[in-house]
Each structure stands twice: as structure tokens, then as C-alpha cells.
């Protein structure tokens, strides 16, 4: 009887589970289909909570020139989600003693115009360095389409005026980012290609990630769009542009293994890591709700570590909540039609 009763237990539970999975994964398909249509540019969406992937399906076209639906592996650019790369990349430096959060740019990029402000590596990974953001410059038009070098780059913005003084608000700014992958090309002697390729990239077997490049084949790439009364192939701008705050592509299984290697301090030890999802503050002790290339929001109630990302023709969007250990990512490719509410809500869905 006692063995019997067992069975029916245990058979009672699977069934329950299976239940909730399949209820789970209606909901979340509901979410997506909501805005992702079949016949339209698509996305890509992962779940995954306590290191088990429960949610990974594509959605709509990878390209509608040739009628290519999308599929899970597909590879997007990912826009600003780049900095968190880029901010990690900071921190193994400063991990070697190479540099110092607190270094004066200048001691990297001399001939810097500071105008007697005090801007650190600390300031430009807070985006809190007050300097103007060059993507918000009218002259950019004038640069999308060229090859640029990043000290070219850097000099297309370093004589703009200050938008703040350094350390007295939060502005988000791109241009703190070209910064920073300069000055990992100054310290480090390779270019910032080389750099995350070599360190990050094949370090955790990230094999379907890349600095953007349009001559280089790549499989599963995706192409862009836009939306201008109707789908257009997105505008070309040259990767050099948005450069270390914007450049890689990825697809959602390389960003899992990104993720897990930041949870188990593959790249950098705990105390290196907790200092990217430190919540800083400003001068007057206002906390920023950002760390190192990563916000710090709320999810019911939970704290968790998101980016997006928006470049031409795609858009990005990657939450984890640390204590149930819940991480949910969505790449699109039109920047017309953003993942970003529908993962946080799938990762709403996820937290007990």
C-alpha cells in the first residue's frame, strides 16, 4: 500500500511540473507573439533559472529579402550590451595592476582636454563623467560611414564642451566607452578586438561572438531592419563608430556562456566582480542605480543586473536576478520593435 501510495505521489508531481512548464511556456509564448509576428523581423529568447535553459525559441524572419525564418542559434548585433564587455575588460586590467579605477584618463590619454576636472575610469564606467555624449552630437552623420581609428574617434568628440562636472550626475554616455576601449588598447598593446577576442571570447568558448564585421562570413548572422512605413534594410554605419560601447555580435547561447562566467568568476575574482554590480553614488551620496556596464533595477521587488542595447537595426535586452539565480535574455532585429519589456516580464513570470 505504502508503495503504491508512493508511485501515486510521485506521479502526481511529475504531472504537476510538467503542468506548470507547459502553462509557463504558453505564457511566455503569449508575451512574444503579442509583438513578434511570423512574417515580420523577429527575435530570439532564452530563460534560464538555477543553470537549467526552460524557455529557447526564435520567432519571425531572420531575413525577409530571402525568406529565412529565424532560428535559435541566429547571431544579432547586440547594441550597447558591448558594455558590459568592455567594463569586464577594465576590471581583468585593473585586476593585473595594469590600472587603477581611480586613474585620471589623462594619465592614459594625455593630451585629453580635462579643463582642470578630475575625470576618472571610475567616471566613465558610471557614466557620470559629464562629458558630452558624442551619438548626441549632429555632426555624427557626418563619421557613421567611416573607417575610423579610435584615437580618430576620440578626437571627433574630446574638444566638445562638458555637459556636468565630473562625479555630480548620471548621464549615460557612449563616449565614456570609446574611452575605455582606448585606454584597454594603450595598456593592454592590442586593439580592443583582439583584446575581448583573446581574453573573453575564446577564453569561455564564446564561439559565435565577434567584434561586428561585414566582410567576415559568419554563420547564423542575421540581417537588420527598420521600420519606414513599412520594413527597410537598415542604415549601414561602420562598426568603428560605436566601437567598444556597441560593436559585438552574439546570440543567446554565447551570452548564457557570457553570464555563467561572470557568476563563477571565470574572468575575475568575487571581489572584482562584486564591483561591477556595486550601486555607486554620486558626489552628494545619491546612488545611480548603475554598477560597471550593468543597471541595477527591480524586478517584484528583486534586484537585478540588466543592460539593452539599440544599434542600428537590432535591439537587445538581458536581466539576472541573482538570488534564484534567473537569467533571461531577448536580441531582435529590427529597431523598431524592442525585447526589452517582454524579458523583464518573462523573468516577473520566473521569480517565485
Known sequence: MKTILKSFIVLFLISNSVLFAQNLDRKIDSLITSKFKPESPGAVFMAVKKGKVIYRKAFGMANLEFDIKMKPESVFEIGSMTKQFTAVSILMLAEQGKLKLDDEITKFIPDYPTNGNRITIHHLLTHTSGIKDFTSMKAIKDIARRDLSPKELVDFFKDEPIDLLPGKQYKYCNSGYVLLGYIIETVSGQSYEEFITTNIFKKIGMENTYYANYEKIIKNRVSGYRDKEGYVNTNYISFSIPYASGSIMSNVDDMLLWQNAINTNVLLSAAFTEKAFTNYELDNGTKIDYGYGWHLEKVKDKIVRE??????????????????????????????????????????????
Do not use: W
Not at 541573482?322 to 523573468?347: F, H, K, M
Open 307 to 352: 543592460h539593452g542595447g539599440s544599434i542600428f537595426g537590432f535591439k537587445s535586452m538581458g536581466v539576472y536576478e541573482p538570488s534564484e539565480q534567473i537569467y533571461v535574455i531577448g536580441l531582435s532585429n529590427c529597431d523598431c520593435n524592442s525585447p526589452t519589456s517582454i524579458t523583464r516580464d518573462i523573468a516577473s513570470l520566473l521569480i517565485d
